[in-house]
Every structure is written in C-alpha cells, then in structure tokens.
C-alpha cells in the first residue's frame, strides 16, 4: 500500500515519518459526503481536534480497560473497514481520519473543506481521528506516538493552539454547546454524556502531555484566564482580551518568533 499525504484544502500533503492514504490514492476510502460529512461551511474555521477510539472502550457497556500494548500492532486495514461500516449502516457518523494499529493513517475526506460527523454540535470547527481499537480493547503503544504526531501536524499547519484537558471530568459545557471559544484538542468524551471514557481514554492525552501540550481545567475556563493574560501581555487591549487564541492570538506569537504562532512552541533561544 502506498499513499501520497493528507488532504488539505485540496492537496495532498505528506506527513514526515507517518504513512497516510488517502481517498484520492483509493477511491474506496472515500466517506460518503452528503451523508457521512457535508461541505465545511465558507464561514467555520477549522479551530480543534477532537480524538476519538473505534470501540470507545470502557464505557457503559464494556467497563474493561484499554490495554496499551508495545510497539505496532498488526494491520486491520481500519480505513477499509470503518468507512465501508459508515456507508452501509446509514446513520450520519464519520471522520476525517482513521489510524490503524500497524501506525498507518487513512484519510477519508479533506480536512478543511470537509465537515464530517463526528461530534455533533462541534462538528464544523473539528478535524475527527479515530483510533482503531481492537476486541480486547487494545491500543498499540506506536499508534498512540503516531496519532500524537499527526495532532503536532496538524496543529502546526492550521494555528491550533497544543492545549487539551487537564482531565476527564466528564462532558464540558461549553464544548457540548459548540465549543466556539476553544482552540485545542480534546475528546469526544469531553462533548457529550453519551460516549464514554474510552473515547478515547487517558492514554492519548498522556502522550500529548509528554510533547508539551498544555492541560488546562476546561470546566472552569482555566485555558482563558491564561491566555487573557498572554493576549495582555502581547499588547492587547480592551475587547481584544478575550481568552481565545484564535488566529489574530496566531499571528501575534508568529510575529514574535512563536513557530507556527504556537505557544507550546517558542521561539528558539
């Protein structure tokens, strides 16, 4: 199997170190927009990601926990799978991207001109990843580190800022209401009572931690209060204090030497 990158925007870009395929390398990888995902509207920004498992193991059904094996696991061919199950069952349920246990990465549809289905009321501001997770509920160890440095891409690429939950604390208010003023990456769990822990579970976030993501309490709007004083101390005033670190935050910090306007990125000493 070969494949050529992510599409965004309409190219395909190549991930350095991750093997992607996409839905132009294979046809049969393309999810089913219209029923699965629809077009991105002209006025939503691409401002999250929001990471999600298969199997969305332990929840209410299967309380077992996720076991994180070493290493790469075998290939299932996810993408394969996982869009074939979305285009027969019917239902409105996709995502941009599936990642299997072997670390490739299939991508289904493009990731700014595309909504898919993923998280209902965050879906338009939101780039979905699945994660293939196994019977057992297994995850592999190198498909966590390879989910990881797609998020580092992705974030880099679009100004997403690398701030995630501090913890699981159950769904957040404001991301079950939209989430319009927070640039981050969390989980489905963290946007609605109906998906449990496993989706996607602490593993991935503990993975992000370890790369410099920020974990901040979402529930008390702890994320804000910091960057309220970052947008401060950047020379804002007034009603431009926000607390978002939308894309004026972005180009202040590019401005000041922050690669890809990224705080968790500073400028090299």
Not at 141 to 149: G, P
Not at 179 to 192: I, L, P
Request: overall charge neutral.
């Amino acid at each position: 199997m070969t494949g050529s990158g992510l599409i965004v925007d309409g190219i395909a870009l190549a991930v350095p170190g991750v093997s992607v395929v996409n839905f132009v390398d294979d046809a049969r990888l393309r999810l089913k927009i219209g029923e699965d995902g629809t077009i991105r509207p002209r006025s939503a920004r691409v401002q999250a990601v929001v990471l999600h498992t298969t199997r969305g193991a332990p929840d209410s059904d299967d309380r077992r926990a996720q076991d994180i094996r070493p290493g790469y696991g075998p290939s299932s061919r996810a993408g394969f799978d996982v869009v074939a199950d979305w285009r027969a069952d019917h239902r409105c349920a996709g995502a941009h991207l599936v990642i299997d246990f072997d670390g490739w990465v299939y991508c289904l549809a493009d990731l700014v001109r595309e909504t898919t289905f993923h998280a209902t009321s965050v879906n338009h501001r939101t780039i979905g990843i699945e994660l293939k997770q196994g019977r057992d509920c297994e995850l592999y160890a190198e498909q966590l580190s390879t989910c990881a440095r797609i998020v580092d891409w992705i974030t880099a690429d679009l100004g997403i800022q690398r701030q995630i939950p501090d913890r699981y604390r159950g769904p957040v208010e404001r991301l079950e209401a939209g989430g319009a003023d927070f640039y981050g990456v969390f989980g489905h769990r963290d946007q609605t009572d109906r998906r449990g822990e496993g989706d996607p579970g602490d593993a991935i976030f503990a993975e992000l931690a370890t790369r410099g993501y920020e974990r901040f309490n979402l529930r008390t709007g702890q994320d804000r209060a910091v960057w309220r004083d970052r947008q401060r101390a950047l020379g804002f005033i007034g009603a431009e204090v926000d607390g978002i670190p939308g894309p004026k935050t972005v180009d202040a910090l590019r401005a000041r030497g922050y690669r890809g306007g990224l705080w968790a990125l500073p400028p090299s000493l």
